[in-house]
């Protein structure tokens, strides 16, 4: 594997580099060393570890935080809170209740109040930790993506003339500068969630197992996948890993994002495509692909925009193709409590479109425009996978 700081550092590296160097880098290039901060300090298996030990110990601290307050024990006493409010009520926890309903049974209980408090405030503190450290390093940060922008293998496809919708313009999860607006977006979310996951994504463990549960068509024909919403493009290298001989592409509205995917890509020696293009309408020839997947892209669209993803899924998809979406509450089902926690993602953490994603029962908008899905024995479950097939 090649390591990115390897790019502009390492003499051999450099060596073979220099005519990418020739149109970037050419700070540090010219001074032929790096501040004494940028010392490599190499990759834990996949990652690419931050520069500083302060930082990455900031990171052990808030993933430590993020637990306690997302699974551990705050989360549990909030979620025995929660229960209890339902019970002094009377009420059916298993019962679904209005938004409205649910938010005026659970805001003003302190200790869910807390737990909701210490979980988006780490996660603010953390985006605001990682966007001034890659800002205020920009111009070794760009050099190196813009090296990397050139090299192979795979290629990233930016088109600097897509309109981006506004829906997409907005700071989603209080990432500073959203997807689109911060040239660090891509730098930011792969650090961020790891904080997220707790540690347990630093090695793509989650798209990798994903991938490996990815549904094939019938007939065993896997030439050509897509991954809509790819991010920073880990279930697209996970899926080329699964299937090395076909052509992946990993597709996404922000350029920033792409850009960090490639040069990721690059690093693992992985053969992807990153294209900039819209989910809702990608401009592929009809029956292009075999495979289409995606992760927790949905939830970030406004509902009419899911459909309109959905109906061109089906548009590029072969007949007998797969389309195997993974997201939050994929069905409209969900208890009190749960209610209010997508209440409370979309009000504190600017998750914009969380409530009104909510409302898009996808197995009948799949169905609607020709799938056929699979019967789901997880309705009801937070995070949710379907499999749809185009009619042979
Ligand atoms: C929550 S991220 C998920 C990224 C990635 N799939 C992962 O595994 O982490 C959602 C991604 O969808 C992208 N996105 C949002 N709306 C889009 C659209 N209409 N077309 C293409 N990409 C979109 C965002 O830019 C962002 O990178």
């Not at 795979?154 to 506004?166: A, F, K, S, V």
């Not at 904080?195 to 994504?201: C, L, Q, S, V």
Request: proline share 6%; aromatic share 10%.
């Amino acid at each position: 594997m090649l390591n990115r700081r390897s790019f502009i550092s390492v003499g051999s590296a450099l060596a073979a580099l220099l005519p990418m160097l020739a149109g970037a880098g050419r700070a540090h290039a010219k001074s032929g060393k790096l501040p004494v901060e940028y010392d490599p300090r190499g990759a834990v298996g996949r990652l690419e570890r931050l520069p500083l030990l302060d930082l990455e110990s900031r990171q052990d601290f808030m993933a430590g935080v993020t637990a306690f307050s997302t699974t551990g024990e705050l989360a549990q006493a909030a979620r025995a809170h929660g229960e209890a409010i339902i019970k002094a009520k009377g009420l059916d926890p298993t019962k679904e209740l209005p938004v409205e309903t649910a938010t005026a049974l659970f805001e003003s209980d302190p200790v869910i109040a807390m737990r909701d408090r210490v979980w988006f405030s780490a996660h603010n503190y953390e985006h605001d930790i990682l966007d001034g450290h890659f800002k205020g390093h920009a111009e070794r940060y760009l050099a190196v993506l813009e090296a990397a922008d050139r090299a192979g293998p795979g290629r990233l496809e930016l088109n600097p003339d897509l309109p981006i919708p506004q829906y997409a313009r907005h700071e989603i999860h209080q990432q500073p500068g959203g997807y689109v607006g911060n040239p660090f977006a891509g730098h930011i979310y792969h650090y961020a969630t790891n904080m997220f996951y707790r540690g347990g994504n630093d090695q793509d463990e989650r798209h990798l197992g994903y991938a490996a549960a990815c549904p094939v068509p019938q007939d065993g024909g896997v030439k050509r996948i897509l991954d809509l919403g790819t991010g920073i493009g880990q279930l697209a290298v996970a899926m080329k890993e699964r299937f090395p001989p076909a052509e992946v592409t990993g597709l996404d509205v922000a350029a920033p994002m792409l850009r960090y995917a490639h040069m990721r890509a690059v690093d693992l020696d992985r053969d992807v495509i990153f294209t900039q293009r819209l989910a809702e309408d990608t401009r592929y020839p009809d029956g292009h692909f075999d495979i289409v997947i995606s992760y927790i892209l949905f939830h970030e669209v406004p509902a009419d925009t899911s459909r309109a993803i959905i109906a061109e899924v089906h548009r590029i998809l072969r007949p007998g193709g797969v389309f195997y979406p993974m997201d939050f509450n994929l069905s409209a089902s969900a208890t009190a409590f749960r209610r209010y926690g997508e209440w409370k993602d979309h009000r504190w953490n600017n998750e914009r479109w969380r409530l009104e994603h909510a409302t898009v029962d996808f197995d009948a908008e799949m169905r609607k425009v020709g799938f056929t899905v699979e019967d789901r024995s997880d309705k009801t479950a937070i995070f949710g996978k379907i499999t749809g097939v185009k009619a042979a």
